[in-house]
């Protein structure tokens, strides 16, 4: 039995060092995969560029964007929030593309003060007009630990998932005279930056800069399910044969994502008459 155990612990501690160095292989380089684009030292790369972390004080927040271009994908990170009183702070996560008309898929985090529930505001751009807000409360305290928050995007729809949960479904309408992402590579970006004019309980509670510096934390990006645009932009990674091109929301799926609507969804644009009081977006009555 003596020797049985041994053996038995000697398979485990190859397993784990095995799985370990499958996990550093696949582990992200913040250094190959993005630049840090404005707030100097506030944005620091970690950990041999394992880490990436934001920080925000009373001059400046930070922010940074993937070095690669996308035509669709299914794109996620994992994020440690703003920790402790981080009112009137918002991190920011998103795709985006350039130029004035653009098109854009947003995550945006507001803080809020110390216990109380983050709020994810969520909203889709396209040719420059957004307008399409929903938001949500978390179940889960995203300043304990990294939670994954991805976006599939591609022809059919766009869906926003947290932990793999989705939690909002922007479909395509165009037929119905919607407009759709769909014609527009976009980067990845994230920012933290103050907005205590707007963003926790729309301004009325304003940032404490005695808790700054702000710091929000990411790892684990994920672009391995996503259709690389050339630098020359005329090919992609992908091929029209690309299985995640076609996906959608199983029904299960869909059940899960109701209950969630259900549950924590707090706003809703479609359902905000006073906003539209000449009818609500066409998309609404099909969402």
């Not at 004035?100 to 040719?127: K, R």
């Not at 309408?173 to 994230?190: E, H, I, N, T």
Request: with cysteine.
């Amino acid at each position: 039995m003596a020797i049985l155990s041994k053996s038995l612990e000697l398979m485990t501690k190859t397993l784990l060092i095995i799985m370990g160095m499958l996990l550093a292989v696949h582990a992200t380089n913040f250094f190959n995969e993005f630049d840090i684009t404005w707030g100097g030292n506030r944005a620091k790369i970690l950990n041999s560029g394992e880490v990436l972390t934001l920080s925000l004080d009373s001059s400046s927040g930070s922010g940074f964007q993937s070095k690669n271009m996308y035509m669709f994908g299914r794109i996620g990170m994992q994020l440690k929030l703003v920790p402790g009183n981080s009112a009137g702070t918002v991190t920011s996560y998103y795709l985006k593309s350039d130029g004035s008309t653009w098109d854009e898929i947003d995550f945006e985090f507001l803080g809020n003060v110390t216990g109380e529930p983050y709020v994810v505001h969520t909203n889709v751009y396209t040719q420059g007009k957004g307008d399409r807000e929903q938001q949500f409360y978390l179940w889960f305290d995203p300043t304990k630990d990294f939670h994954t928050y991805s976006v599939l995007w591609n022809p059919q729809t766009v869906i926003f998932y947290v932990d793999d949960v989705p939690i909002r479904e922007f479909k395509n309408m165009k037929p119905k005279g919607v407009a759709f992402p769909m014609d527009q590579p976009m980067r990845l970006f994230s920012s933290i930056y103050n907005a205590d004019q707007w963003a926790t309980r729309g301004g009325l509670i304003k940032t404490d800069w005695s808790f700054s510096p702000f710091t929000a934390s990411y790892r684990n990006f994920n672009a391995g399910s996503a259709c690389v645009l050339s630098p020359n932009r005329r090919s992609s990674s992908c091929s029209s044969s690309t299985a995640w091109l076609r996906d959608g929301l199983h029904p299960k799926e869909v059940k899960k994502m109701k209950g969630v609507q259900k549950r924590f969804r707090i706003y809703d644009y479609c359902v905000d008459g006073k906003r539209f009081p000449s009818g609500l977006p066409p998309e609404c009555g099909a969402l």
